[in-house]
């Protein structure tokens, strides 16, 4: 599935809104896997933020990004993207694009097998 790479973290103020870019160096895999967000914040586990599956079927963590994240896929481009909007304080993490197997869960982590370096969000309140 290549090598992806995130972009787009960066530090804002709460309520604003920030896109983060994930781009794979291997064709245009986006189009053949569900491709995920997930984030990190210090001291705490990896979590599930959003998903989009080969048929353009969308997956949130709706507790923590309900109505206010959107994923989003540019196949001309081979880019998935997150809009994240209304950000808050909690928001803060290391945001990292992956890839999953197919067939399998899109909201587990066991699910990807290929993941970004990740890109930082820092939400200042």
């Known amino acids: 599935q290549g090598q992806l790479v995130e972009s787009g973290g960066g530090l804002v103020q709460a309520g604003d809104s920030l896109r983060l870019s994930c781009t794979a160096d291997s064709g245009r895999v986006f189009l053949w896997y569900t491709t995920g967000w997930f984030r990190q914040a210090p001291g705490k586990e990896r979590e599930f933020v959003a998903a989009?599956?080969?048929?353009?079927?969308?997956?949130y963590a709706d507790d923590l990004v309900k109505g206010r994240f959107t994923i989003a896929r540019n196949n001309a481009k081979n880019m998935v993207y997150l809009q994240m909007n209304s950000l808050k304080p909690e928001d803060t993490a290391v945001y990292y694009c992956a890839v999953a197997q197919p067939g399998s869960p899109a909201r587990v982590l066991s699910s990807y097998n290929s993941w970004g370096p990740g890109t930082q969000v820092t939400v200042s309140s």
């Open positions: 989009i599956s080969r048929s353009d079927t969308r997956a």
